[in-house]
């Protein structure tokens, strides 16, 4: 097994009374891996908040061999077992020798970065983005609704993906409708507090919601080589 990843994370509460977000990052002692998760509460509530840091802990200990589709199980069966209403989005990140298995629900994304260039590898469980895809017109209204989350996915709706190198980064919606791609790879370049920076930058260039990142680096051998940043 490899070594693990060095990562790091930030949270911060937008113009909002109540901060839903929330992430998990666990490596079993002596295990293989480690799982990382950033839930999103779905609106601006306790309840919400509640959800979110049930999910993102119910999925971050999930066991690594099971996979990250299996870690989204884990959140929602969490989920529904507070009662209640609250509710959130979520996107799993399974490190192993094989690269990241990646699960999501809703409109939490991860992106695959390796220094120079970053992709997005989840694709938004939004209203816009179904209509996008059947080549509707889309209002922005339609950005903030999702048509998948922890509470109410079906095994077959959750959303999955590989990244086979490279590091990653998660974020909240909070993050990734204010900054555009190429400035969050800016960002990403700095040395030191990417994942602090990204969520600074995303409330200060007037994000409304609550903004949270995870930052994974890529491995340092990734980083030896100067090339142009550009993103994908």
């Known amino acids: 097994m490899r070594e693990l990843p060095h990562w790091h ?35 601006d509530h306790p309840n919400a908040a509640h959800a979110a840091r049930t999910a993102a802990s119910a999925a971050a200990r999930n066991p690594v061999g099971q996979g990250a589709i299996a870690a989204v199980l884990a959140a929602q ?16 990140a399974v490190r192993t020798d094989a690269g990241y298995g990646i699960a999501w629900t809703g409109d939490a994304r991860a992106y695959a970065w390796d220094g120079y260039t970053v992709r997005q590898v989840t694709k938004d469980h939004t209203l816009a983005q179904y209509f996008r895809d059947h080549g509707q017109p889309v209002t922005p209204r339609m950005e903030h609704v999702v048509t998948t989350s922890v509470r109410t996915a079906g095994a077959h709706e959750i959303g999955s993906a590989t990244v086979t190198t490279g590091g990653l980064l998660l974020t909240s919606d909070g993050v990734h409708k204010t900054l555009g791609r190429q400035a969050m790879l800016d960002i990403l370049g700095m040395p030191d507090g990417a994942a602090a920076e990204l969520v600074r930058a995303a409330i200060s260039l007037g994000g409304c919601d609550n903004a949270t990142a995870i930052v994974v680096d890529p491995p340092r051998a990734d980083l030896a080589t100067e090339k142009l940043r550009v993103a994908a």
Do not use: Q, T
């Open 9 to 43: 994370k930030a949270s911060a509460r937008g113009p909002r009374e109540h901060n839903a977000d929330a992430v998990g990052a666990y490596a079993a002692a002596g295990g293989a891996g480690i799982v990382f998760a950033l839930a999103d509460g779905v609106g």
């Open 77 to 92: 069966r969490a989920v529904r077992a507070l009662g209640g209403g609250g509710d959130c989005v979520l996107v799993v």
